[in-house]
């Protein structure tokens, strides 16, 4: 059987499935602001809605309610730039994500915050293949 001719409760139940995604996107960074690092209150449109973006895991990503309210329809890019607390790292991961590249963005972030939980032990040796590049 192919994978689509399933039902899914999600199919039947669309509210399910939205708060089921949020969560998801959520649990990526562990609730964390993917600009700054604090608490994760809200999903923020990296390209906003009244420009086109999507409600897609690609353009959605976890941020804080100051960041995303201060952001508000600017671009993710340069706003993010003009910001004390600016991190190459968390940019590029941003921009990982924005390319469907979870992994890396979750890898990048790792190592933007040092306080994220180092969920596999292969985290050393990763971190100095991005320090070698
Ligand atoms: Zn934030």
New binding site residues.
Partial sequence: MHINDAVFLEDLCPKFRLRQWRKSIHRFTEKS?I????P?ESIDHVLPRSQGGLSTTENCVP??L??NGDKSNENAFYWYRRQKFYDPRRAMAIRAWLEGDLRLALRLLQWANPNFKKSNKNYEKDESEYKAA
């Fill in positions: 602001c600009y700054c690092g604090k994760s941020a804080c100051s960041c």
